[in-house]
């Protein structure tokens, strides 16, 4: 089945880019959105984005201007760059399969264990 | 402040049933299907209930969803020690064009 793994690394110093990848393994990646989702200590879920195997993307309004997500179908892996961060940006980060056909939506069907990220100099 | 609204916290005793809400907004849950995802302490979150009200292979059937409007529920019938956990709505939202998530309701089993 399926599995997803979060690498990158796990301190970040304020003003730099944050960057993650996350490794599928055990499946394709075509047909499929791939999401980021952070948590920060303490507190709930927040959506980054996601982008379709095909590369089209879509961010949270409120990230917009320092994210880019990224696929390499080929080497089946997407990454995450999230720069200009602050200690705000400190949280476990996810990454999950996101199945949508059409208007369905089937959910996040597998995620990845999370990879705590700490932003401090 | 989340878009989607939840009661921070929820307890029963076990055997109990219990139900956990989730309000939204014509942009989200009028007009779009929910999710329910379950985190139990210190893991990743765990697709619980996707479509409003389908069990993923896998999932107890004492797991249900429903929707209705701009609310959608979430009831555990059975109540165990082991459904402690942290339980979040989810949702796209027209507006925002993106996912939006509920606060999170902690569950404690009494």
């Known amino acids: 089945q399926v599995q997803l793994q979060e690498s990158g690394p796990g301190l970040v110093k304020p003003s730099e880019t944050l960057s993650l990848t996350c490794t599928v393994s055990?499946?394709?990646?075509?047909?499929?959105?791939w999401s980021w989702i952070r948590q920060p200590p303490g507190k709930g879920l927040e959506w980054i984005g996601y982008i379709y195997y095909s590369g089209s993307t879509k961010y949270n309004p409120s990230l917009k201007s320092r994210v880019i997500i990224s696929v390499d179908t080929a080497n089946t892996y997407f990454s995450l760059r999230l720069r200009s961060v602050t200690a705000a940006d400190t949280a476990v980060y996810y990454c999950a399969r996101d199945v949508r056909r059409g208007y369905f939506d089937y959910g996040m069907d597998v995620w990845g264990q999370g990879t705590t990220v700490t932003v401090s100099s | 402040q989340s878009v989607l609204t939840q009661p921070p916290s929820a307890s029963g005793t076990p055997g109990q049933r219990v139900t956990i809400s989730c309000s939204g907004s014509?942009?989200?849950?009028?007009?779009?299907?929910v999710n329910w995802y379950q985190q139990l302490p210190g893991t990743a979150p765990k697709l619980l209930i996707y479509s409003n009200d389908q069990r993923p292979s896998g999932v107890s059937d004492r797991f249900s969803g429903s929707k209705s409007g701009t609310s959608s529920s979430l009831a555990i019938s059975g109540l165990q020690s082991e459904d402690e956990a942290d339980y979040y709505c989810?949702?796209?939202?027209?507006?925002?064009?993106?996912?939006?998530f509920g606060g999170g309701t902690k569950l404690t089993v009494l």
């Open positions: 989810a949702a796209w939202d027209d507006s925002l064009n993106g996912v939006v």
């Open positions: 055990g499946g394709s990646m075509n047909s499929y959105y």
């Open positions: 014509r942009s989200n849950l009028k007009t779009n299907t």
